[in-house]
């Protein structure tokens, strides 16, 4: 990507150019009309002065006159006619070559050879009749002829001036061309210090916080708002680190009850290691081995974001024959606090999934409706299946939650404020659970019915 040094050359010098040659171009017009109009005023001057100097005597044409008529005297050229016929001209004019304007215009511009060029001027007027020997019929003689003066001025001036305002014109953007890019390079350098410094900064920030963080109010007004969220996006950063170490912390938590069942399992073997015992202890070991396993790939999915490995170990599970034998012990303690708990549905009904899986999911759901639910309540598991998918609904009431509440509940760690005096869980459970089905491609919906009645709905669609 083109640096923002360059970026700015880039743009800038080819725009300023841009002004300074339209510029220019308008100055140098501005004073070649300004200094043709004034070449124009002096000749009409010049014109109306000869003219004042030529009369009629005894029919003919005279000058009033005595100088020479070359340019060198005059600094312009004359040229006197009637009805086209030469009466007088200045012995050095050249030869008119073309004209540069249309006939009939006063003033016009004509080439004197293929290197210069000149102004000219015609007038056409009556000759004079001396006062002193003015006659009526002198007078009317005059009026019968017509004359046509022309008087011709080079534009040497005016394009010696003109090429040196010209070649300053040019010499001033190129000074002004060159002070540009000096003055971008020099304010882009300057300008970009305080990113330069904000860089440094950020070189120094500690992950954890600290003396060296990004205060807004230090850095210039155009990098404030970024400097607020850049500190904004270090905060979510740090709050999502202390959040996965939370997340270890509790997973290590959750793993403890699994490795308590399975030293038990090993312990009453190794105690009595009759084979119906052992046998049972191997299943046990499996059982909570499986669990384990879905426990750990759920925290590295919140990592990595990979379950392959669960897909991989599918199997049928009968959902009702599943449900009723995980259940058995957390229903036994349930209906010791009078709470009503029943596994009805389709016995046919089935998931296709890792025995792990399926177990780490209902356990913690049905344990978590037993653990909330209070005496004299009810949980019930329903399973159902038809053409597009199977479910299991875990229903248990009465419970106080808000629609709120029952929104956020499968975040990890969130625990509703009736349960957080309660050590026993770390609010871990339903995010495992939420964390297992993305995993394996179960649907998870919460949902609160007539305000009293929580609902938790697991389906799986048959074309997996």
Request: glycine share 4%; with cysteine.
């Amino acid at each position: 990507m083109m640096s923002i040094r360059k970026s700015f050359l880039l743009w800038t010098v080819p725009l300023m150019l841009i002004v300074q040659i339209i510029g220019s171009a308008g100055v140098l017009s501005l004073v070649r009309s300004q200094l043709l109009s004034q070449l124009d005023r002096s000749l009409s001057e010049r014109a109306q002065s000869f003219v004042t100097m030529i009369f009629l005597e005894e029919d003919r044409i005279e000058l009033d006159y005595d100088g020479e008529l070359t340019h060198q005297q005059l600094g312009v050229w004359i040229d006197l006619r009637e009805n086209g016929q030469l009466i007088l001209q200045s012995p050095d004019i050249p030869g008119v070559v073309q004209l540069h304007e249309k006939q009939g215009n006063r003033y016009r511009t004509i080439e004197i050879d293929t290197h210069s060029r000149a102004r000219l001027i015609s007038i056409s007027f009556h000759p004079n009749v001396d006062p002193d020997h003015a006659t009526p019929e002198l007078v009317e003689a005059a009026s019968e002829h017509t004359l046509q003066l022309s008087v011709v001025g080079s534009l040497g001036a005016v394009d010696r001036a003109t090429s040196a305002v010209k070649f300053a014109l040019i010499f001033s953007g190129l000074a002004t061309s060159i002070a540009m890019v000096l003055a971008v390079l020099w304010s882009t350098h300057r300008g970009l210090s305080p990113i330069r410094f904000l860089s440094k900064r950020i070189e120094h920030l500690h992950p954890d916080g600290g003396p060296n963080q990004i205060d807004p109010r230090s850095s210039p007004i155009e990098l404030r708002s970024m400097c607020e969220a850049l500190r904004a996006m270090l905060t979510r950063a740090r709050a999502s680190i202390e959040r996965e170490r939370l997340f270890a912390d509790a997973a290590a938590h959750e793993l403890r009850t699994p490795i308590a069942e399975l030293r038990a399992a090993t312990d009453i073997a190794q105690r009595w290691p009759e084979p119906e015992r052992l046998q049972n202890a191997i299943n046990q070991s499996s059982e909570i081995a499986a669990e384990m396993e879905v426990l750990i790939e759920c925290l590295l999915a919140s990592t990595r974001g990979n379950g392959a490995s669960l897909l991989d170990r599918s199997e049928q599970i009968f959902l009702v024959e599943f449900v009723t034998s995980l259940s058995f012990q957390d229903f036994e303690c349930a209906r010791k606090r009078s709470i009503s708990c029943s596994v009805h549905g389709d016995p046919d009904a089935s998931w296709t999934i890792a025995r792990g899986a399926a177990l780490a999911i209902l356990r913690n759901v049905i344990q978590n409706a037993t653990d909330y639910t209070p005496n004299g309540g009810s949980v019930t598991v329903e399973v159902e299946q038809n053409d597009v998918e199977s479910r299991v609904i875990v229903q248990n009431a009465p419970v106080t939650m808000s629609e709120h509440e029952v929104s956020v509940m499968f975040d990890p760690f969130w625990r509703s404020d009736e349960s957080r005096a309660d050590t026993k869980h770390k609010g871990l459970g339903l995010a495992i659970v939420r964390s297992a089905c993305d995993l394996v491609g179960i649907a998870c919906a919460a949902e609160l019915i007539d305000d009293s009645v929580l609902r938790i709905t697991l389906s799986q669609s048959k074309e997996l």
